[in-house]
């Protein structure tokens, strides 16, 4: 049931970014102590918007942004500005993080998310 309120709220956040067709993924990750992690991905067909992620973590709903994309992955953070969480995913695998912004570096709160 989680996927699918997860699937609804990223469809309403992903209507902020206009006309363009949206193309969505809904994996869920298993990690450490066999936590999971289901996702929602939103991404326009023609990747002119930034990507966006919904995970489902700790009891809350995180929408993230993506922030870059390179061959080690996408980064997903929200805000930017501040202290947050940062969602890495590469090739079928996640780490999710916590950027503490006083500090000005990550805790790794999850290494090792595999999508299941």
């Not at 002119?48 to 489902?56: E, S």
Request: net charge negative; glycine share 8%; hydrophobic share 40%.
């Amino acid at each position: 049931m989680k996927i699918v309120y997860l699937a609804a709220a990223a469809l309403c956040v992903s209507a902020g970014q206009g006309a363009q067709a949206a193309v969505t993924s809904t994996p869920r990750y298993i990690c450490e102590r066999g936590v999971e992690i289901p996702a929602v991905y939103i991404n326009t067909e023609d990747d002119r918007a930034p990507g966006i992620a919904v995970i489902y973590v700790e009891g809350r709903m995180i929408n993230l942004q993506a922030t870059a994309e390179a061959a080690s992955g996408v980064r997903y953070r929200f805000p930017n500005d501040g202290s947050g969480y940062v969602w890495w995913t590469h090739q079928g695998t996640a780490q999710l993080k916590w950027y503490d912004a006083e500090l000005g570096e990550e805790i790794t709160l999850y290494a090792a998310c595999v999508e299941s």
